[in-house]
């Protein structure tokens, strides 16, 4: 599999990410300039409300709406870093790391939020969704720290491995090296990517988390309330930081500043992939160069069409997304009906698991997929859909199909779903619905024509219309063209251009040049 990374980089549109493979756009990330509140940032706290019913609170971070945090987010070890802020705050604390911090005991799980805050209380908290709709930010107070190969967890010393680190000597291999370079009082995740690894790379990785960390607790000291304290990296960047592996083979980027830092992250977190970046500078918009433009044309509108001839159609409530598959004008007999179902539903499938991620679509989403009679096919449907789900980075559950054929899917949702306006506005009515009088059209043509040839004295002059109106403009006995060389003495060329619209005219003179009206 071949990936691909196109940047985009406009002014005024912020940096659109496309992640292709095999040519085919599966991921889409937009970054708007001075992007606050993204998931990952750290802001400094105050406790607005204290909400018994929901054993919430609602912070104060500086958003128009006060974000959210629940009891079960903030973390066993809350009462550690509460102790931290307060220690910080007041100068009584200079250490840069843990190391002389006694730890409080962990919170009890069942316990209530006004046991542990209260109103106008100062508490570091991390962005883990992003303001949604008219929702606020919801946060953690469990703080952690994302590099490449691991995860810096403060007040805490386990040593945890992702889960798709199967082998069982890899795993035992990265654990003693992290347990034996990691800091005291803190806990270590190692990622994926860590797999293969060796201590020079995972100690560089964990050194430079561990600098990230430093300079939080140093701007703690001095930081107001609702202020950013960290901050995490770019879109780019943090991209780049999950998913970049030898399977890329271009990075392109039509932005010069972007492309040195672009350049210079990977030439830091993986040399051997510097060559990769490349800087875009075609006169053609990147994505139309690299067909990324069409291909969000096609995926975003509520009708997909599918290869087959089937399609699909994508709804979305406040609550939920609903997905309905249709055959279209795919046929099939009697007798392999029920193959054709199946064959249509596997396409679904895939093209599914491409939209969720190409969407960003979070939360509950429901599919009806074709009805099939053998539960062998819906188990092999079931079975092929998480397949095409696995290399979905967003967490997520599917549920096998129900007797009524439908199967529900729950997604990570963290960022607002990724829409784009795909209708583009008529040009004849611009987005009226409404033209103006065909009647009178030949009236401002022959209006335009008097002005052209007597104030601006023309004397090639070239009509191009629509083909409907030029075929009505030649016609008749006494074509409308005959009457216009009668009543202005001058022959007047009339082309037919098939791309214009009904009403739509223009004149150009005789070096093919448009005659500005």
Not at 78 to 102: C, P, R
Not at 283 to 301: D, N
Request: charged share 25%; net charge positive.
């Amino acid at each position: 599999m071949v990936k691909e990374l196109i940047i985009d980089s406009a002014p005024d549109k912020g940096v659109t990410i496309a992640l292709l493979q095999d040519k085919q756009l599966v991921e889409l990330n937009k970054e708007q300039v001075n992007n606050n509140y993204a998931v990952g940032d750290i802001y400094l706290g105050r406790i607005k409300k204290i909400m018994p019913g929901l054993n919430a609170a609602f912070v104060d971070v500086g958003y128009s709406k006060d974000a959210f945090l629940h009891y079960l987010d903030l973390g066993p070890q809350v009462q550690s870093l509460i102790k931290l802020t307060k220690l910080v705050k007041n100068g009584s604390y200079k250490e840069k790391l843990l190391d002389s911090l006694k730890l409080e005991k962990d919170i009890n799980k069942a316990g209530k939020i006004s046991e542990v805050l209260t109103r106008n209380m100062l508490l570091p908290v991390q962005i883990a969704k992003e303001p949604i709709s008219t929702k606020g930010p919801r946060l953690s107070s469990d703080l952690s720290i994302a590099g490449r190969y691991v995860v810096l967890v403060p007040f805490s010393s386990a040593v945890s491995i992702s889960k798709r680190i199967k082998g069982n000597a890899e795993r035992t291999r990265l654990k003693k090296i992290v347990e034996s370079i990691k800091p005291a009082n803190f806990g270590v995740i190692i990622r994926t990517v860590s797999e293969g690894k060796g201590v020079s790379e995972l100690q560089k990785d964990l050194l430079d988390v561990i600098s990230k960390w430093e300079v939080l607790t140093n701007r703690l000291r001095l930081a107001e309330p609702t202020h950013k304290v960290l901050g995490e990296m770019d879109r780019t960047s943090t991209i780049l930081r999950d998913i970049l592996t030898d399977e890329f083979s271009h990075i392109y980027v039509n932005d010069q500043a972007i492309f040195e830092e672009t350049r210079s992250y990977v030439q830091e977190i993986s040399p051997d992939l510097e060559k990769i970046v490349k800087f875009y500078k075609h006169r053609e918009p990147i994505f139309e160069h690299f067909g990324v433009e069409r291909q969000i044309k096609a995926a975003f509108g509520k009708t997909v069409n599918l290869h087959g001839g089937a399609y699909l159609v994508i709804e979305h409530t406040e609550a939920l997304h609903v997905i309905d598959v249709n055959s279209g004008n795919r046929t099939a007999n009697k007798e392999n009906q029920e193959e054709n179902a199946l064959q249509v539903n596997m396409e679904a499938a895939k093209e599914i698991a491409r939209q969720l991620r190409l969407r960003d679509m979070g939360g509950i989403v429901v599919i009806d997929f074709i009805d099939m009679h053998k539960p062998a096919n819906r188990k092999e449907l079931y079975a092929y859909l998480k397949q095409c789900m696995a290399a979905d980075r967003a967490r997520h559950t599917i549920l096998p199909p129900s007797k009524f054929g439908l199967v529900q899917i729950t997604r990570q949702r963290v960022r607002p779903e990724m829409t784009i306006v795909t209708n583009e506005k008529c040009p004849a009515c611009d987005g009226t619905g409404e033209i103006r009088s065909s009647i009178v059209l030949m009236d401002d043509i022959e209006n335009n024509l008097s002005f052209i040839l007597h104030e601006q004295n023309e004397k090639d002059i070239t009509l191009c219309v629509h083909p409907y109106i030029y075929a009505y403009i030649k016609s008749g006995f006494i074509s409308r063209r005959m009457k216009w060389f009668t009543k202005f003495g001058r022959w007047i060329k009339v082309k037919p251009v098939a791309s214009y619209y009904l009403t739509e005219f223009h004149f150009f003179n005789g070096k093919d040049v448009e005659i500005k009206l």
